[in-house]
């Protein structure tokens, strides 16, 4: 199943990609990663990407972010090529998991980038407190990873992705490895750093009540190779504190998701 974009003036458009193909040359033959994924991510949604194991999720993030070629199809990001927005620095990439660097502070690690970029010491130096700040970090930038709970490294994590200012973050199930408990708070925090923020976040999960909870725009995805079944539109409210979760609305989102990933085994 294919879903046109909207009629949203192009200006909106952060992401645009129609009849999207990927196809992986292995020794054991070819994989049909995704087939014919046509979306379009709109300035400020917050898109959640859920479907089972090998589904194609993370590989459509990849291919946002130049990491893999498509087959065949088109993909715009900011209205050009990924190779073009990641050389003008358009995204922030946070992955499952933390990548800090063990030998450099919290505060080097999300240096690092800005380093590379060649920003000035003293810019550097902002870029820091202020991410530190919106991710609620303030104090440990001194600190190194191993003196962080699991929690605390991937708020780090997307503090170095957020400390260039990009308006697009691509997130590749960040939170998946932690407890329940951590989860929950780290969605609370997401959420209000997207509201301070207003970047526009695509976000890799296999959870339902975290793409529900989190999400303007879920996409549902089939196993291999990797359709969209479904585009949700969610009706919930911005603010969403976590009891939403056991609201009618809620539910029926919920059952909506889970709907459509049962229709995407009937590919099978």
Not at 99 to 116: A, F, K, S, V
Not at 146 to 171: E, T
Not at 176 to 199: C, F, S, Y
Not at 228 to 252: G, K, Q
């Amino acid at each position: 199943m294919s879903v046109e974009p909207s009629a949203t003036a192009a200006g909106s458009r952060v992401v645009s990609a129609r009849d999207l193909d990927l196809t992986f040359q292995t020794n054991d033959g070819p994989v049909h990663a995704l087939k014919g994924v046509t979306l379009t991510v709109e300035k400020g949604d917050f898109v959640s990407f859920i479907g089972p194991s090998g589904c194609g999720k993370t590989t459509f993030l990849r291919v946002m972010a130049d990491l893999e070629q498509p087959t065949s199809g088109t993909i715009l990001v900011n209205g050009t090529s990924p190779e073009q927005a990641r050389k003008a620095r358009a995204y922030g990439y946070v992955f499952q998991a933390a990548g800090l660097y063990p030998w450099r502070t919290i505060g080097g690690n999300i240096r690092l980038p800005l380093e590379i970029m060649g920003y000035a010491k003293a810019d550097q130096a902002a870029r820091v407190k202020r991410v530190l700040e919106l991710v609620e970090l303030s104090g440990f930038e001194k600190k190194f990873p191993w003196q962080l709970s699991g929690g605390m490294q991937q708020r780090a994590s997307i503090a170095r992705a957020l400390a260039f200012d990009a308006d697009l973050l691509l997130m590749d199930e960040p939170f998946g490895a932690l407890d329940e408990i951590v989860r929950d708070h780290l969605n609370e925090q997401l959420l209000a750093l997207w509201a301070r923020t207003q970047k526009t976040i695509c976000f890799v999960t296999h959870s339902i009540p975290e793409a529900v909870y989190l999400s303007t725009k879920i996409v549902v995805m089939s196993p291999r190779p990797g359709r969209i079944t479904d585009v949700i539109e969610s009706t919930l409210p911005r603010e969403r504190p976590l009891d939403i979760r056991d609201t009618p609305e809620f539910l029926a989102i919920a059952h909506r998701v889970r709907e459509g990933l049962r229709a995407g085994h009937a590919y099978d």
